[in-house]
C-alpha cells in the first residue's frame, strides 16, 4: 500500500502544481488512503523567526496555524531536527491539543540540501496508531515533497 502511494504521490508532483495545490493534495491522498491518518499537515520554517507556520493540511481545521519552535512535538522537531512519534499524546508534557480526538502524532522533518524546512505531521484519534513503516513511509513522502519544492524553485 505504501509503495503504491508514494508512486501516486511522485506522479502527481511530477505534474508541476502549483506548491500549496501539490502540497493540499498530497495530505488529501495520503489522509483519505490511510484509515488511521485522521489530520496531515505540513508546517514550515518561517522565513526571519523561529516560527512553524501551517501551508496545507487535511482534516478539520484547527486553530494552531502558528507554532513557535519548542512548543509541541511539532516545535520540538523544529529544534531537535529529529523524528518524533507520540504513542499516546496523553503522555505527552509538551503536547498541544489540536482536538480532543487525538490519541497519537507523527512528525517527520522535511530537509532541503540538508536544511530542516518544515515537516509533516500526522494525528491520529487511535493510539498507537503509527509504526515503523509509517515513519520509513513519511519520510519518502519528504524525500518527493523536497525535491517537488526544488523543482518549484521554492526559496528556502
Given at each position: 500500500?505504501?509503495?503504491?502511494?508514494?508512486?501516486?504521490?511522485?506522479?502527481?508532483?511530477?505534474?508541476?502544481?502549483?506548491?500549496?495545490?501539490?502540497?493540499?493534495?498530497?495530505?488529501?491522498?495520503?489522509?483519505?488512503?490511510?484509515?488511521?491518518?485522521?489530520?496531515?499537515?505540513?508546517?514550515?520554517?518561517?522565513?526571519?523567526?523561529k516560527e512553524l507556520h501551517l501551508k496545507?493540511?487535511?482534516?478539520?481545521?484547527?486553530?494552531?496555524?502558528?507554532?513557535?519552535?519548542?512548543?509541541?512535538?511539532?516545535?520540538?522537531?523544529?529544534?531537535s531536527n529529529k523524528n518524533f512519534v507520540v504513542d499516546d499524546v496523553g503522555q505527552q508534557d509538551n503536547y498541544i491539543a489540536c482536538s480532543i480526538d487525538v490519541k497519537s502524532e507523527i512528525v517527520i522533518p522535511l530537509f532541503v540540501e540538508n536544511k530542516n524546512i518544515g515537516q509533516i505531521d500526522i494525528d491520529s484519534n487511535t493510539a498507537r496508531a503509527f509504526s515503523k513503516k509509517d515513519e520509513e513511509?513519511?519520510?519518502?513522502?519528504?524525500?518527493?515533497?523536497?525535491a517537488f519544492l526544488i523543482r518549484a524553485q521554492v526559496s528556502f
Open positions: 500500500m505504501y509503495t503504491t502511494l508514494l508512486n501516486s504521490i511522485e506522479n502527481y508532483l511530477n505534474q508541476q502544481p502549483e506548491v500549496e495545490q501539490g502540497l493540499t493534495w498530497v495530505c488529501t491522498t495520503i489522509k483519505d488512503e490511510l484509515p488511521r491518518y485522521d489530520w496531515v499537515g505540513f508546517y514550515f520554517h518561517h522565513a526571519t523567526k496545507a493540511f487535511a482534516g478539520k481545521p484547527t486553530d494552531h496555524t502558528i507554532i513557535p519552535f519548542g512548543k509541541g512535538i511539532c516545535g520540538q522537531v523544529a529544534v513511509f513519511l519520510t519518502e513522502v519528504n524525500v518527493l515533497i523536497a
